[in-house]
């Protein structure tokens, strides 16, 4: 029996090793890009360690696709331009599935819906609850987002556009601009999660969009969207996925 034992520790210290020693060129192992600056669903934490609902769910995703996976911190602006040249294997950023994107991209299956939300300071004019209320005041978004989009549709309103949202939650709490719009889960973690804005910001009215999160990846990398969307299936069929939004989003 102890012979056994000894010999089953062997067999598992030598696969560790040689499945440590592939892991570089092994296809087992993908890098993910991601816009770490988005909480709740991808963001770091003190230690500069990449968390959120996003994170939780591939991590699940990857250990049933059987893939080792590192995510790369990768700013918004090119995270696109950075899959189409090859840096990394997927993008996993709260990334809107949209028709303009699929032409160049192919998406996930969707894992969560979400929209656009309007975001003003608490003490802010109590008629400033719509988008349709903003005319000739700004309204910030994070650049290239279908937030962006949106906050667009009305001419009127003078888009501001940042490279991250929060220094354009930032600058609303500062009075600099008038309101953000961003995803629903975002605005809901700067408005009423983030100890530094409690009571400063509210969330002022209904969803302007229903959107659907996927994972995107390079044209044609059929092998390894149906590799994930297999697992991703699996972990919203068994109730993962709608654990992880009890934990992350309240
Ligand atoms: N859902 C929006 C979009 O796809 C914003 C995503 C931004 N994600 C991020 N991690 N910064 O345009």
Request: charged share 25%; hydrophobic share 40%.
């Amino acid at each position: 029996m102890r012979k056994l034992l000894v010999s089953a520790a062997i067999l598992m210290i030598c696969s560790a090793f040689l499945f440590a020693g592939g892991a570089e060129e092994s296809t087992n192992s993908i890098v993910v890009a991601t816009d770490a600056t988005w909480p709740p669903m991808e963001f770091m934490n003190d230690n500069s360690e990449v968390i959120g609902f996003a994170i939780d769910m591939f991590d699940e995703v990857a250990a049933r696709a059987g893939l080792e996976v590192e995510y790369l911190p990768t700013a918004w602006d090119g995270i696109f331009a950075g899959l189409s040249n090859g840096a990394y294997d997927a993008i996993l950023s709260s990334v809107t599935i949209t028709e303009e994107r699929q032409e160049k991209y192919d998406f996930s299956i969707p894992y969560i819906n979400a929209g656009q939300i309007l975001v003003v300071r608490s003490d802010s004019d109590s008629s400033l609850t719509h988008l349709d209320d903003f005319a000739g005041l700004s309204v910030g978004t994070q650049i290239a987002t279908t937030g962006e989009l949106e906050v667009k549709k009305y001419p009127d309103v003078v888009s501001k556009t940042y490279d991250e949202i929060g220094f354009a939650f930032e600058d609303l709490v500062n009075g600099r601009i008038d309101g953000v719009m961003t995803d629903t889960p975002v605005a809901a973690d700067f408005a009423l999660q983030s100890s530094a804005y409690e009571g400063v910001l509210k969330i002022v009215g209904e969803p302007y969009t229903s959107e659907s999160y996927g994972i995107v990846f390079q044209k044609g990398n059929d092998e390894l969207r149906e590799t994930i969307n297999t697992a991703l299936q699996s972990v919203i069929d068994d109730g993962t996925v709608e654990e992880l939004i009890k934990k992350w989003l309240r």
